[in-house]
T-cell receptor
Framework: QQPVQSPQAVILREGEDAVINCSSSKALYSVHWYRQKHGEAPVFLMILLKGGEQKGHEKISASFNEKKQQSSLYLTASQLSYSGTYFCGTESNAGGTSYGKLTFGQGTILTVHP | NAGVTQTPKFQVLKTGQSMTLQCAQDMNHNSMYWYRQDPGMGLRLIYYSASEGTTDKGEVPNGYNVSRLNKREFSLRLESAAPSQTSVYFC???????????????FGEGSWLTVV
């Protein structure tokens, strides 16, 4: 089942902050965050693993609440280059292995104006 | 530094025609995937291959077949294209051992397919 992202869209001015949320109904091993510009491939931002490990971007932070199966992406002091669609991808914690398969949310469109 | 390369980038097909999307990665990754992306739907997994010689269905496999030709290459075939298969297709790969979790997934640049 697809994770649910909120909000669906955000409009900011440069320098403002934003939070994007991702919520799943399944137990999760990891949450992956991607940003996609129009007409381009999704670009990896960050992975949050069960147990608290994070790997990713220097200017973007995120949290992962394993008990609630929720993750939030924090974009601080936004820049014009932050504009794009943000996707969370969730990796199941079900028995066996996920083989790295991700289930993606529907996306959050972020627009940053000067 | 090619990463994940997929061809063609754009294709227009008539209903009922067949075609193959090619994908290759040069990162020595074990796992490869094909996703489709439709407006408002995010990315949905069509098929994946956990290792050379294995393939398995994802969320939306109907109307597609795949081949993991070797460790580098993973192709997606539409045997009889339908307008519902109009979409953007992304190939992706991830590294680590087969049973690893938490590996970064790298995407190709996408293939825009229109079926008329």
């Amino acid at each position: 089942q697809q994770p649910v992202q909120s909000p669906q869209a955000v409009i900011l001015r440069e320098g403002e902050d934003a939070v994007i949320n991702c919520s799943s109904s399944k137990a999760l091993y990891s949450v992956h965050w991607y940003r996609q510009k129009h007409g381009e491939a999704p670009v990896f931002l960050m992975i949050l693993l069960k147990g608290g490990e994070q790997k990713g971007h220097e200017k973007i932070s995120a949290s992962f609440n394993e008990k609630k199966q929720q993750s939030s992406l924090y974009l601080t002091a936004s820049q014009l280059s932050y504009s794009g669609t943000y996707f969370c991808g969730t990796e199941s914690n079900a028995g066996g292995t996920s083989y790295g398969k991700l289930t993606f949310g529907q996306g959050t469109i972020l627009t940053v104006h000067p | 530094n090619a990463g994940v390369t997929q061809t063609p980038k754009f294709q227009v097909l008539k209903t009922g025609q067949s075609m193959t999307l090619q994908c290759a990665q040069d990162m020595n990754h074990n796992s490869m995937y094909w996703y489709r992306q439709d407006p408002g739907m995010g990315l949905r997994l069509i098929y994946y291959s956990a290792s050379e010689g294995t393939t398995d269905k994802g969320e939306v496999p109907n109307g597609y077949n795949v081949s993991r030709l070797n460790k580098r290459e993973f192709s997606l075939r539409l045997e009889s294209a339908a307008p519902s298969q109009t979409s953007v297709y992304f190939c992706a790969s991830s590294g680590g051992q087969v049973f690893d979790r938490g590996n970064t997934i790298y995407f190709g640049e996408g293939s825009w397919l229109t079926v008329v």
